[in-house]
């Protein structure tokens, strides 16, 4: 599961701190139905949205986010991804980002 709920400004807090705030967590089964009812698209394998639909969410989505995004499905592992990013000249992708990447999305769509 992924933890969500921090917000921006609770990011700089401490360790100790993040511990005692509430943190919400979501199911993948959860997410991919959030992102088809947002989306209205459920064409790929198993129910996920294409990456058109995916970015048609926010403006604000990223390649880094549909990367993520793609990790978390389990339609490549994070070392595959991170190799065609090094390929491209693009940094890798941390778990943490990831994670960002995954909680802002959820943001959007939940």
Do not use: A
Not at 15 to 27: A, E, G, L
């Amino acid at each position: 599961m992924i933890l969500i709920g921090y917000k921006k400004e609770e990011l700089n807090t401490s360790h100790k701190q993040k511990n005692k705030m509430i943190k919400k967590q979501f199911s993948k089964k959860q997410f991919k139905d959030r992102l088809m009812e947002k989306t209205g698209c459920s064409i790929q394998h198993n129910g996920w949205s294409c990456g058109t639909c995916f970015f048609s969410i926010s403006p604000f989505l990223t390649n880094e986010d549909w990367n993520s995004l793609l990790s978390y499905r389990g339609d490549y592992k994070l070392e595959e991804i991170n190799k065609w990013r090094i390929k491209d000249n693009k940094k890798p992708l941390t778990k943490e980002e990831v994670e960002e990447s995954l909680n802002k999305i959820w943001e959007l769509i939940k």
